[in-house]
């Protein structure tokens, strides 16, 4: 429901006042959260991060599809922006491969900007390896070495 709110709200974002209170961490799922993954027809399945060879191969159009099209990929950019303005630092925490799938898919539509490379985990990491890719306990330590509490993150998965 906050996920869904949150992106129908870009436009003309005012973050929420629980997102203006909190004013720390917000950690996104990658697949089905940023993305809206779209079914490739030569692969004869979704493009989701776990499959580097469909990413490799996905058009710059594909990508932009995958991503909800140029209008939805401008709503992100609003968002992330508006969410680091209220002081938020952004996060990627997803099952699917950081280094050959996220992080070049996020440079193609322009929103890697958003997100420092430290913060961005997914199963070719060791820190998500470490916790046998339980997304929760990684987000717990991260928060614990930041010294935040539960109210002081939001995690927004599919």
Request: charged share 20%; net charge positive.
């Amino acid at each position: 429901f906050f996920c869904s709110s949150l992106l129908n709200l870009v436009g003309a974002f005012s973050p929420p006042s629980c997102v203006r209170a909190m004013r720390r961490g917000v950690f996104f799922d990658f697949d089905s959260t940023i993305t809206t993954p779209i079914k490739i027809p030569r692969f004869h399945r979704h493009a989701v991060a776990d499959r580097p060879d469909i990413f490799a191969a996905m058009s710059g159009e594909e990508i932009l599809a995958n991503f909800g099209g140029r209008q939805r990929i401008k709503r992100l950019a609003a968002l992330f922006g508006a969410l680091q303005a209220a002081g938020c630092e952004l996060f990627i925490v997803s099952i699917g491969f950081r280094d050959p799938c996220i992080l070049p898919h996020l440079r193609a539509v322009g929103l890697l900007d958003y997100f420092p490379l430290e913060n961005i985990y997914g199963q070719d990491s060791a820190e998500l390896q470490r916790f046998n890719f339980v997304k929760g306990r990684l987000i717990a330590t991260l928060m614990s070495l930041r010294g935040w509490a539960s109210q002081d993150a939001l995690f927004i998965d599919d």
